[in-house]
């Protein structure tokens, strides 16, 4: 596997790919890498020619009194995982390679209406950090085609607004969340649970099936599914942040015409920040 830090030197090997007709896939992601992160670089390795990895803490993404200093940063095992994975290159820029000025100055991108809302709304600017370094990337890299995991539901569904309405020929794929055997989301921020909070982690996963079935089984009663499980989420030692049936395709508040739905949920537990996602069919009324 190859590494770079440079944009020059990315943009070099990756001339030299695209000129011998491979096809490029890449994996955006900000390390201390867990298997869904990986199974994203083994499916990019079925679907194109040469596997591209970043690892690329954000600041930009981060907000006041959240964890970028203190984010994990384990280049040694992800690298020795990517590897593994089949990852051609990894490409770990430093803050200042990414944003070349100061960032109360940097251009940023904006997918207005969607990055206000859920996480949006909770984590003001968040998505424009998002947004702004997911298009450099893409402008670096000039890849076919890039994955993302489904559990960051509100992040792919910015992404793909972007893609389509800046003309970026830039394929989005989504991959399934990758979970553990208690059906517990994986996530790099689960290494903030205490083994206490590990036990009880997954009633999120247990409380969303039930809003599921009851949407699957012909209740529209939403807001009074989003109430009740908030009220089992307290029960269950969660503080949540929101939880909240919305439109599958825009994240829309639903309507009794809509058939595709996904319930989203943040909840902090501990120190953990908490999101997850499952979609539900409703049956024709």
Known sequence: MITLTTIADLRRQVRGWRADGKRIALVPTMGNLHAG??????????????????????????????????????????????????????FSPSVTEVYSKPQEQQTRVEVPGISDILCGASRPGHFVGVATVVCKLF??????????????????????????DLCIPVEIVGVLTVRDENGLALSSRNG??????????????????KTAVAIESGSRDYTGLEEKAKLELEKAGFNPDYYTIRSAVDLSEP??????????????LGKARLIDNLQAHSPPG
């Not at 402008?139 to 972007?162: C, E, T």
Request: glycine share 4%; net charge negative; proline share 4%.
């Open 139 to 164: 402008n670096m890299v000039q890849p076919d085609l890039a994955l993302f995991g489904d559990k960051d539901y509100q992040q792919l569904l910015v992404i793909r607004s972007m893609v389509q």
């Open 37 to 90: 992160h990986l199974t994203l670089v083994r499916r990019a390795r079925e679907l194109a020619d040469r596997v591209v990895v970043s690892i690329f803490v954000n600041p930009l993404q981060f907000g006041a009194g959240e964890d970028f200093e203190g984010y994990p940063r384990t280049m040694e095992q992800d690298a020795a995982a990517l590897v593994a994975a089949g990852a051609d290159l990894l």
């Open 255 to 268: 309507t009794d015409k809509m058939s595709d739905l996904v319930v989203l949920v943040a909840a902090y």
């Open 192 to 209: 903030y649970l205490t083994a206490a909070e590990r036990k009880q982690a997954p009633e999120l996963r247990r409380i969303m099936l």
